[in-house]
């Protein structure tokens, strides 16, 4: 995990999710939704992220958005 996160930043929680009552996967960055999950993928997600610890649960959503950032937000 050190090689990975080499700047702590998964530390800080920077990412959260929230489950709709159909079983939508809602992915935060800083309290913004950046993703929504819904059928195969959202099942896939909640299994993964059930068996992980903290740590590993920002990783997953790290690696699921993937590259969404351009350098234009705010």
Do not use: P
């Not at 939704?33 to 059930?50: A, N």
């Amino acid at each position: 995990m050190d090689n990975i996160d080499k700047r702590n930043k998964l530390k800080e929680e920077i990412f959260s999710y929230r489950v709709s009552k159909d079983n939508k996967v809602f992915i935060f960055w800083h309290e913004k939704q950046v993703m929504i999950l819904k059928g195969r993928e959202s099942e896939k997600f909640l299994s993964k992220i059930s068996k992980a610890d903290t740590m590993e649960a920002q990783l997953i959503m790290a690696k699921i958005t993937g590259n969404f950032k351009r350098g234009n937000e705010k």
